[in-house]
């Protein structure tokens, strides 16, 4: 009785570890991207920088407090601009990036990290070609980095000169099944194909992130609990850490340090 229940769960499990198969490589890149152009980019002295900086409210009460920002982009092929929302039908409230830059008295002052919400393979020449151009208007391509999970599209922006963050996925599910092991090699073939700036991810990846990458920048962001002692002393113990480049918070001022 027990074998065939065994047996049954064992099959029932088939197709989703082939599954899981296949969405390694998926996801892993056949050949290595040559990188013809620099960038320039470091990080801001100051580690803690704002979280989420999606409306002007946000960004006249932050950009003076914070050396770094963090705001969500969705690019439009229809109107060639890109609109600061964190979810598609935040679109709607019509905050296009450079009246966002506008606001800012003295942009280049300022470090920005740009969470690209649509960024792909497709449209990743256009995204590139756009950004460069309007953050070398404002002098602030060498403050600014790209963040996005696909690394394929990434390569294009990074082959532009622009600064990229590969998000890496928490892969709750896919870690559930495996173990960590099989992750730790898809995402350390991305890091060797990319080469990026920095990986970024969720402050609960820091043990994995922090032992399976030792020598790669990361940043991090959705702190536990935050306003809380506990949450300000572990925001502490981030920023002192030499590989741990920037901690994003949604609090009104900066954790000293």
């Known amino acids: 009785m027990n074998t065939n229940k065994s047996s049954q769960m064992y099959f029932k499990k088939l ?67 890109f609109y600061v929302a964190h979810d598609e039908i935040d679109t709607l409230s019509k ?52 963040e996005n999970r696909n690394v394929k599209a990434l390569a294009v922006l990074k082959s532009s000169g622009l600064a990229v963050s590969y998000w890496v996925n928490s892969d ?17 073939k991305n890091i060797a194909y990319l080469k990026p700036d920095a990986l970024s991810s969720f402050w609960w990846m820091h043990p994995l992130l922090d032992s399976s ?13 935050e306003g809380t002692p506990e949450s300000i002393e572990f925001t502490k113990v981030l920023c002192r850490l030499s590989n741990v480049k920037v901690v994003l918070i949604d609090d009104d001022e900066p954790v000293a340090y």
Not at 172 to 188: D, E, P, Q
Request: net charge positive; glycine share 2%.
């Open 95 to 146: 905050i296009i990036l450079e009246e966002w830059i506008k606001k800012i008295p003295n942009p280049e002052k300022n470090w920005y990290w740009l969470d690209l919400k649509n960024l792909n393979k497709k449209n990743a020449n256009v995204i590139a070609s756009v950004l460069v151009d309007l953050l070398n208007k404002y002098g602030i391509l060498n403050k600014t980095i790209c």
């Open 15 to 81: 197709p989703l570890f082939f599954s899981l198969l296949l969405f390694i490589a998926s996801c892993t890149p056949k050949t290595d991207p040559t990188f013809s152009k620099q960038s320039a980019f470091s990080f801001s002295p100051n580690k803690i920088w704002a979280h989420r900086v999606n409306s002007f409210e946000e960004l006249e009460k932050k950009h003076q407090l914070f050396e770094g920002m963090e705001i969500d982009l969705f690019y439009s092929n229809a109107t060639h601009n």
């Open 213 to 225: 990458f030792p020598d790669e920048n990361i940043s991090y962001w959705h702190l536990p609990d």
């Open 172 to 188: 709750v599910t896919f870690r559930k099944f495996t173990g960590n092991a099989l992750w730790k090699k898809r995402v350390a």
